[in-house]
């Protein structure tokens, strides 16, 4: 055992997250779940008809700037899944069954501190994400008002 976790065969169980392949495991394990999710499934394929060969290296870049600082992506995450709400409103219900499939999919195929950042990580996305398209502040902190005399509300 070394200091980032036990060592294992690439996509096997018992080993952290290390580096671009591991996330492109990760990605292409967890799309292949949520494509075939009754639920969000359907919002992929039949929605936002999702081209998943053009979308695995954005999203690879995604997660490998999430979890690795890799400064691969550049883009706006908010953009596409405003696109996509006014197209299929996306509730509770969407962003937490993605979540389950991403926490599902890391939990089967890591274990360490990047898989544990990974599923923290989606979480704030999520909630991100959701508090945005019902157009409140992306945080899930709300910042303390305070009236005219300094006094807190």
């Known amino acids: 055992m070394n200091a980032s976790g036990p060592v294992a065969v690439r996509g096997g169980t018992g080993r952290d997250l290390a580096d671009r392949a591991d996330v492109e495991v990760l990605v292409?394990?967890?799309y292949r779940r949520a494509f075939a999710d009754p639920l969000i499934g359907p919002v992929f394929t039949e929605v936002a008809r999702m081209d998943l060969d053009a979308h695995m290296p954005i999203m690879c870049d995604f997660w490998e700037t999430v979890l690795f600082a890799a400064g691969r992506y550049r883009r706006n995450a908010l953009?596409?899944?405003?696109?996509?709400h006014r197209m299929a409103p996306l509730g509770a219900e969407h962003f937490g069954r993605?979540?389950?499939?991403?926490?599902?999919?890391?939990d089967g195929l890591?274990?360490?501190?990047?898989?544990?950042?990974?599923k923290r990580q989606a979480e704030r996305?999520?909630?991100?994400?959701?508090?945005?398209?019902?157009g409140r502040d992306a945080s899930e902190?709300?910042?303390?008002?305070?009236?005219?005399g300094g006094e807190a509300l």
């Open 110 to 118: 890591f274990r360490g501190d990047k898989a544990e950042l990974a």
């Open 98 to 106: 993605w979540l389950a499939l991403w926490t599902l999919t890391v």
């Open 125 to 134: 996305i999520a909630g991100s994400l959701q508090r945005r398209l019902a």
């Open 28 to 30: 292409t394990a967890f």
């Open 141 to 148: 902190y709300v910042s303390i008002r305070r009236r005219e």
């Open 79 to 84: 953009a596409p899944h405003l696109a996509l």
